[in-house]
C-alpha cells in the first residue's frame, strides 16, 4: 500500500536534515523507522519502550525467541547497557563505529525492553558508522534496537525500495540514503572467557579479529542456536536457489561472479567487497525476475566471501 504521510510524498523519504528531525521525533513517539547502516537498512525503535519494540517484531512477523540488536551512539552509551571485558573494549575500540556486534553480559538495571534480549542473560550492541544513523541516534537522543527492515527470514534491505516491498505499508517512515555500502549485516561475535566466538560471519573478517585473540576465533558450529539468524534457512527468497553453477540451466536466473558471466553479475572483476554489496541486491532482482529458479556461481571461501557464501547458504535451504 503506497500513501501519502505528513511528511508529504510517500513512505520513502530522502534522509535529509529535516526527515532526519521528523524521523527521531517518530521515535521518541513510540514509532518504528526504517534507517539506512552501512551493512543493511534497519528498522529501529527505541529499545526502551517495550510497546514500540512489540511494534518491530509485529512489523515483520519476527518469532518473539529472536533477540534485537541495539544501536549505540558510542562505547559511552554501550557501557551502559553491558559489562565489558578488556577484548570487548579493544574490539569496539578497533571496529567501531562499524560492522561489529558484540554480545556482552546484560548489565543489570540497564533500561532496554525485555523484548529486546527475548529473555536472554546477554545483550547484542553495535555502534553503526552510517552518518544518517549515527544523526538520527544523536537527534533522538536514544538508543535503537533494529534488525534487518525486511520481513522475517526474507532478504535483508540494501536499498530503501527492498524495504518498502518487503514491510510497505507497516512502516510509518523510510528514510532513503542509497544502497548500503557493506551489504551484508554485522560479523556477531560472542566474548567468552576473553575469547572471540562469531556467531554470524559479516564485513568484519574472521581474519581481522584474529589479531585480538590469543585463541584462533571459533565460529559456532550450530547445534544450539544463539542468533537465529543462524537457522539453516534464513535470507531466503521465495524462489528455489542453486549455488556453484557454471552456466544457466533451463527456466533459471544466473547470478554471476568473475568470468561467470550470469544474467547479472556480482562482480566482474571478482571483488570479494562488490560482491558482497551487491549480493541481496542480485537476490531481490532474481527473486522478482520472470524466471524460476535461481543459480549462483561460485564464490572464493576466503576473506568476506565466507560470509557471502554463509549468506547464500541459508538462501539455498528450504
Ligand atoms: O548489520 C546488522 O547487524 C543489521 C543492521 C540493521 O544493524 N541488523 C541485523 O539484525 O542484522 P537482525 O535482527 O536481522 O539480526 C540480528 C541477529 C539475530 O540473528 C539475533 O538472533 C542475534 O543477532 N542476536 C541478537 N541478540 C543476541 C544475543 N543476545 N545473543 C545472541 N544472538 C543475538
Ligand atoms: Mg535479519
Redesign the pocket.
Known sequence: MLGSNTLGNGWVVPADDAAITAAADLLRGGQIVAIP?E?????AADASNADAVAHIYAAKG?PDF????V?VPDLAAAEELAEFGPLARQLAEAFWPG?L?L?LP?REGAKVAAAV??G?P???L?C?AHPVMQAVLAKSGLNLA????NKSGGI?PTRAEHVLASLGGAVPMILDAGPCK?G???T?V?IRLENIEI??P?PVTTESLQTFSKRQPSQQTGQKI?????LASHYAPTKTVRLNAQTAKDGEWLIGFGTVAGHDNLSPTADLAQAAAHLFDALHRADASPYRSIAVADIPDKGIGVAINDRLKRAATR
Do not use: D, M
Not at 39 to 43: E, S
Not at 226 to 230: L, S, Y
Open positions: 547502516t551493512t543493511v537498512y534497519g528498522l519476527r529472536n533477540p534485537l540488536i544501536h560492522a556486534t554480545v546484560l534480549t527475548a536472554l546477554t545483550i547484542a553495535r553503526p533494529a534488525p534487518s527492515a535483508s557493506e551484508l549485516e554485522s556477531i560472542a556467531l554470524r559479516g544463539e542468533a537465529p539468524g543462524q
